[in-house]
């Protein structure tokens, strides 16, 4: 077995890569690198005694002639490479290149192999689904895709995606990576203001890049065995770590600042993050992937205390005053250009309007922690009493209502059911014929009558609905809402009924918004 693999530089590459190594089965790896990254050194020296083993490719994931090189007599091809949050946030022009041009490049190089074609394992991410909290803190693969505005991030992956589901490659699956734990954790968040945009009281799901790894090892080692392609390729799933693993943003930055003798409270002030308009949530059938593979081994708690022992010189700040802390290691990060601080001082009102509603919502918050309401201490926004530990539970779960059942077989999905899917999102089925098949191509038309061509299975049970976002930098979810019956079950969750925005970036990737009619 051949098994071509991009992103292995990454977290989750090289946590792939630990396990895969040693996968008995593959005889080869190969690997697509670019040519100035230099950490591909280190992985060759970590692990020299499998050089036989490697073949490496340096080039870009945009450039079609070297993804053909790549997956060149492959049995499957792991598609992990991604450029995420900071860097799509720094260069969204790397983001497109690869987590949308690439990932077209990928695709077309697999479609244009017609015998013994590779399988094609897609890396995706929880962020398609946008900003929730907690009145639906829970989510199925086929919910909505409300990919939060100006995260260039998650609406390039969202355009990666579309492509795979609508590919002509004939075993492919989507895996939608939750937020994951990796062993720079903590470094990472210390160079740029990203850690503010995580909010306090959103849902948060983790799953270490262990697991994450042993997932795609053991995907591989059973499908050589195993016929998988009525219970695995052709669909959509959700990476979870478990519902013990379920947590919010609070929790888990003050996880991590544990190690340095303290927590949210003693560095961290309430208006140091953003309210809204992050992507995070808890999944409702993370349990079907562990079901077929059996990945899951790591919790949160262990993963800190393993963390602990590995980076022991963390250790040392809890003999530091956490005032200087405070300001030498957080505030610093103020002068950010990815943080609230800088928005506000700079007047990015753009960007201050939708992570907080409002530079006026924004000055409500406060410093005083006494005042702010956490779901962890059971308080919702509003200060009324709500049990954590219930909204924890999935038999509490409030759902998404597609318009459809979606608990339906494949095989059962009829016309009517696309009929009230479409018109429940403003707009129609255009096809005349629907043949049973849920991966037909089929004609629909959104709210605005634009029409698009997509599968059955991409719109009523992966949650994909064409709008500008899908080929163009803006987002128009306010708008959408007001005649979407499906979107505005989640955006007004966290916007008003009477926003009436619209969020673009402009050629230079500056933010914008304009109020609509």
């Not at 050589?224 to 770590?241: A, Q, R, T, Y």
Request: net charge neutral; hydrophobic share 35%.
């Amino acid at each position: 077995m051949k098994v071509a693999i991009t992103g292995i530089t990454g977290n989750m590459g090289q946590a792939v890569l630990q396990q895969v190594v040693e996968n008995k089965d593959i005889e080869k790896l190969k690997f697509l690198v670019l040519k100035d990254d230099k950490r591909i050194k280190k992985i060759l020296k970590t692990y020299k005694n499998y050089k036989d083993k490697f073949e490496i490719i340096y080039g870009n994931i945009a450039e079609e002639d070297k993804c053909e090189q790549l997956i060149k007599d492959c049995d499957y091809v792991v598609n992990l490479a991604a450029v995420i949050p900071p860097h799509s946030d720094q260069n969204p022009l790397k983001a497109i290149e690869c987590n949308e041009v690439g990932v077209n490049s990928l695709v077309s190089a697999i479609e244009k192999i017609e015998e013994n074609q590779p399988k094609l394992i897609h890396i995706s991410t929880v962020a398609l689904y946008g900003n929730r909290n907690y009145k639906h803190p829970w989510a199925r693969v086929g919910d909505p895709l409300l990919v939060s505005p100006f995260d260039i991030y998650s609406a390039t992956k969202l355009r990666g995606e579309f492509r795979v589901l609508e590919s002509n490659i004939k075993n492919w699956v989507v895996l939608r990576q939750t937020a994951m734990l990796h062993n720079n954790m903590l470094s990472d968040n210390m160079h740029d203001g990203l850690m503010f945009h995580t909010c306090f009281n959103a849902p948060l799901e983790w799953v270490t890049a262990h697991d994450s790894g042993v997932l795609i090892n053991n995907i591989l080692k059973k499908d050589m065995k195993e016929d998988l392609s009525e219970v695995f390729w052709k669909k959509c799933f959700n990476i979870s770590g478990g519902v013990v693993n379920c947590r919010t943003g609070y929790d888990i930055i003050n996880d991590g600042f544990k190690i340095i003798g303290g927590g949210v409270k003693a560095f961290f002030k309430p208006n140091f993050n953003a309210t809204r308009n992050f992507h995070g949530l808890w999944f409702y059938d993370g349990d079907e992937l562990e079901k077929l593979f059996s990945y899951q081994s790591q919790t949160v708690e262990y993963f800190w205390k393993e963390f602990a022992k590995k980076h022991s010189y963390f250790k040392a700040g809890r003999i530091v005053p956490k005032f200087l802390i405070r300001k030498f290691a957080i505030e610093r990060l103020f002068k950010d250009k990815n943080s609230p601080k800088y928005w506000l001082k700079h007047e990015d009102n753009a960007r201050m309007t939708t992570y907080f509603g409002s530079v006026a919502d924004y000055f409500k918050i406060g410093e005083d922690w006494k005042k702010f309401n956490l779901l962890v201490e059971n308080k919702d926004e509003n200060g009324n009493f709500i049990d954590y530990n219930a909204l924890r539970n999935k038999d509490n779960a409030k759902l998404i209502d597609y318009k459809f059942d979606i608990n339906k077989k494949a095989k059962d999905i009829n016309k009517k059911d696309l009929i009230a899917v479409a018109k429940a999102h403003g707009g129609q089925l255009l096809s005349k014929d629907y043949h049973g098949d849920v991966y037909q191509k089929l004609k629909w038309a959104n709210q605005y009558g634009e029409e698009f061509e997509a599968s059955a299975y991409t719109v009523l049970m992966a949650g994909h609905w064409i709008n500008k976002t899908y080929f163009s930098n803006c987002w128009d979810f306010d708008a959408l809402s007001k005649n979407d019956q499906i979107y505005s079950q989640v955006w007004y969750d966290s916007h008003n009924h009477d926003e009436n925005l619209f969020y673009y970036f402009d050629n230079e990737f500056n933010a914008h918004i304009n109020k609509k009619d």
